[in-house]
């Protein structure tokens, strides 16, 4: 069945970095464009960053932009987001997803993770 796993979240003081990671089985990964998405308490989820199923592009929100990187190893089928500069505003659950796309015979993606905890904090 399908599955997204983050992990890689925690504590960490404003500066710092951590490195999150989401492994997906279940669906055709290589050919599946990945999100990362976080929500804070008491506000809507939001789209952090973005990546083309081979890779070969990337989109960020202008909050993180120059502090974030998502990449992708299609051959180990997981999604990372590599945070620099963390700030407390960053504070939230990341959330993995897999973008819906028609393979010419039935639907993919729209998969979400369970999500992870980042809190930033002194």
């Known amino acids: 069945q399908v599955q997204l796993v983050e992990s890689g979240g925690g504590l960490v003081q404003p500066g710092g970095s951590l490195r999150l990671s989401c492994a997906a089985s279940?669906?055709?990964?290589?050919?599946?464009?990945m999100n990362w998405y976080r929500q804070a308490p008491g506000k809507e989820r939001e789209l952090v960053a973005a990546i083309t199923s081979a890779g070969g592009s990337t989109n960020y929100a202008d909050t993180v932009k120059g502090r974030f990187t998502i990449s992708r190893d299609n051959a180990k089928n997981t999604v990372y987001l590599q945070m620099n500069s963390l700030k407390p505003e960053d504070t939230a659950v990341y959330y993995c997803?897999?973008?819906?796309?028609?393979?010419?015979?039935?639907?993919?993606?729209?998969?979400w993770g369970q999500g992870t905890q980042v809190t930033v904090s002194s």
């Open positions: 279940g669906f055709p990964f290589s050919r599946t464009a």
């Open positions: 997803n897999a973008e819906r796309w028609w393979s010419g015979v039935r639907w993919y993606g729209g998969y």
